[in-house]
């Protein structure tokens, strides 16, 4: 398996513009997180989906970012607009519910943003 | 926000040393997990202790947990120098289908050669 798959590696935008991030989690794997890491505020949990929904969005910072998940091979992570303290790295990371409650999770390469 | 402090944020030791980590955290939890970042990448998953367990081994990296005391430790010996990464904690509490790992800041650890 190649593992969780996160696209762009990295992106470079002005404020204002919309941004979006993608996903391709491990194959059978059953939820998918998505963390924000800053050096100020450490690695957070912004939203996160078990069988394609939802369950958890409280880490979302404000109504200019939203998450979706249409499948089980894919979910995006849209800002709209963007702002300078937005940059980030953007992780996704996935785990299997097998495992639960005992279960790691696997995470992508991340996604670096700058907000210019 | 952050359930696991790790101490120290930063530690510096000659390959061949030993480095410990610790852990603390504030609720009860059903596991407590460490990872590794290195440096422009993901993290990666080391070893999982559970609630009910006190002490772990994997290869090198030895883990204790005193949930009396709401803590961990993870022991890397003999320490080289790929070993220089950020080490995280993290916590897991599960309930009903809530399944996230809280995570902390992390420890800067560099492996002089």
């Known amino acids: 398996d190649a593992g969780v798959i996160q696209s762009p590696r990295h992106e470079v935008t002005e404020m204002g513009q919309e941004v979006t991030l993608r996903c391709k989690p491990i194959?059978?794997?059953?939820?998918l997180f998505w963390y924000r890491q800053t050096m100020m505020r450490g690695l957070e949990l912004l939203i996160y989906?078990?069988?394609?929904?939802?369950?958890?969005d409280s880490g979302m910072p404000e109504d200019r970012f939203s998450a979706k998940m249409p499948n089980a091979s894919f979910s995006t992570l849209k800002i709209q607009p963007s702002e300078p303290r937005d940059s980030a790295v953007y992780f996704c990371?996935?785990?299997?519910?097998?495992?639960?409650?005992?279960?790691?999770?696997?995470f992508g390469p991340g996604t670096r943003l700058t907000v210019l | 926000s952050q359930q696991g402090e790790e101490d120290p944020q930063a530690l510096s030791i000659q390959e061949g040393e030993n480095a410990t980590m610790n852990c603390s955290y504030k609720?009860?939890?059903?596991?407590l997990q460490w990872y590794r970042q290195n440096s422009g990448r993901g993290l990666v998953h080391l070893i999982l202790?559970?609630?009910?367990?006190r002490e772990k081994h994997s290869g090198r990296l030895r883990v204790t947990l005193d949930t009396s005391k709401k803590s961990s430790s993870l022991l890397i010996t003999a320490s080289r120098a790929a070993d220089t990464a950020s080490y995280f904690c993290?916590?897991?509490?599960?309930?009903?289908?809530?399944?996230?790992?809280?995570f902390g800041k992390g420890i800067t650890l560099s492996v002089r050669p």
């Open positions: 989906f078990n069988n394609n929904v939802p369950i958890d």
């Open positions: 194959s059978g794997h059953d939820y």
């Open positions: 993290a916590t897991q509490t599960f309930t009903g289908a809530n399944s996230k790992l809280t």
């Open positions: 202790i559970r609630s009910n367990e």
């Open positions: 990371a996935s785990s299997a519910e097998l495992a639960m409650p005992y279960n790691e999770q696997f």
């Open positions: 609720t009860s939890i059903n596991n």
